[in-house]
């Protein structure tokens, strides 16, 4: 089964509940007609990238919102600090109102602004993000946590942002997790000590990153695994939990996202998590 997408319209007719189980068991929600303006000086931002080139995007983290990976004068990066500011608090408030019964278990990381297309960002296949893959962070341990996405296409020109939706986690889990290679309790220590992890890397941690690496280099599972071509268009918002959909971006410059993370308790359906569906497969709880 390929992760469907549903559309919500701006009064949210499909009702809070269910667009939180629509999430849960695997959906992109669409939302076509939210409001998020830009001033005629943000306008600029979507005119040519103001980004060093140093990395993927320019974002801001934590709470004193650091500019990082920007270009252009003093001026115009602390008004670009601000429009991703703006962006956070927009997704803050899209989530309070679709999704309320998450209500203070979420909590927002970083915001960015993506101004580069998608095909000039391909390094080598294990970043090239066109690849059908779930998103998992080497560094960043998540373990009993979840992550959702909140995107917006800002494109001025009428250019949509490609994706690519594969099938549902519980399918490719199954072809991927037996060539996986075994958790190491020590190793994951290890890593935590010298500080090349943030924190101890789970089982689960472990899995995901090995999913991650394996869907990615696997070029017949990319070919001919099931999967849809998916466009949103400009002023169109969708949300996601990225470790969940499979999904590659294949094109379209100009966006905004949103990185929110959620406890897997704090879920309506905790067993569709991603973590409960590995437990399952493997037939035992993850270490």
Same mark, same amino acid.
């Given at each position: 089964m390929i992760s469907p997408i549903l559309t919500v319209p701006g009064a949210g007719q499909a009702g809070p509940a269910s667009l939180a189980e629509a %999430?849960?068991?695997? !959906?992109?929600?669409?939302?076509?007609?939210?409001?998020?303006?830009? $001033?005629?000086?943000?306008t600029r931002f979507t005119e040519r990238p103001f980004a060093d080139g140093k990395a993927k995007n320019v974002n801001i983290r934590g709470k004193t919102a650091t500019l990082r990976g920007a270009a252009g004068t003093p001026e115009e990066q602390a008004a670009l600090r601000a429009l991703l500011i703006r962006y956070r608090e927009f997704?803050?408030? %899209?989530?309070?109102? *679709?999704?309320?019964?998450?209500?203070?278990?979420?909590?927002?990381?970083?915001? $960015?602004?993506?101004?580069?297309?998608?095909?000039?960002? +391909?390094? $080598?296949?294990?970043?090239?993000?066109?690849?059908?893959?779930?998103d998992a962070f080497p560094s960043n341990p998540i373990g009993e946590t979840r992550i959702l996405r909140v995107f917006r296409n800002i494109n001025p020109e009428g250019q949509p942002r490609l994706w690519r939706i594969g099938e549902d986690f519980g399918s490719m889990a199954e072809k991927f997790l037996?060539? %996986?290679?075994?958790?190491?309790?020590?190793? =994951?220590?290890?890593?935590?000590?010298?500080?090349?992890? +943030? !924190? +101890?890397?789970?089982?689960?941690?472990?899995?995901?990153?090995?999913?991650?690496?394996?869907?990615?280099?696997?070029?017949?599972?990319? =070919?001919?695994a099931p999967?849809?071509?998916?466009?949103?268009?400009?002023?169109?918002?969708?949300?996601?939990?990225?470790?969940?959909?499979?999904?590659?971006a294949m094109g379209g410059r100009y966006?905004?996202?949103?990185?929110? *993370?959620?406890?897997?308790?704090?879920?309506?359906?905790?067993?569709?998590?991603?973590?409960?569906?590995? !437990?399952? +497969?493997?037939?035992?709880?993850?270490?």
């Open positions: %999430l849960e068991g695997g !959906a992109v929600l669409m939302f076509p007609d939210l409001d998020f303006p830009l $001033s005629p000086f943000e997704a803050k408030g %899209l989530i309070a109102r *679709y999704l309320p019964e998450y209500g203070t278990a979420i909590t927002l990381a970083g915001t $960015s602004y993506r101004p580069f297309d998608v095909d000039r960002r +391909k390094m $080598s296949w294990r970043r090239d993000d066109t690849r059908l893959h779930v037996p060539r %996986l290679p075994g958790y190491s309790p020590l190793s =994951a220590r290890l890593l935590a000590a010298l500080r090349i992890t +943030k !924190a +101890k890397r789970s089982e689960y941690d472990h899995l995901m990153l090995h999913l991650h690496d394996a869907l990615k280099q696997d070029a017949d599972y990319q =070919a001919h999967q849809a071509d998916v466009q949103f268009q400009p002023g169109e918002t969708w949300v996601t939990f990225s470790d969940l959909v499979m999904h590659g966006m905004l996202e949103q990185t929110a *993370y959620l406890p897997v308790a704090a879920q309506t359906h905790p067993d569709r998590s991603p973590q409960r569906i590995l !437990a399952r +497969k493997l037939g035992r709880p993850l270490q």
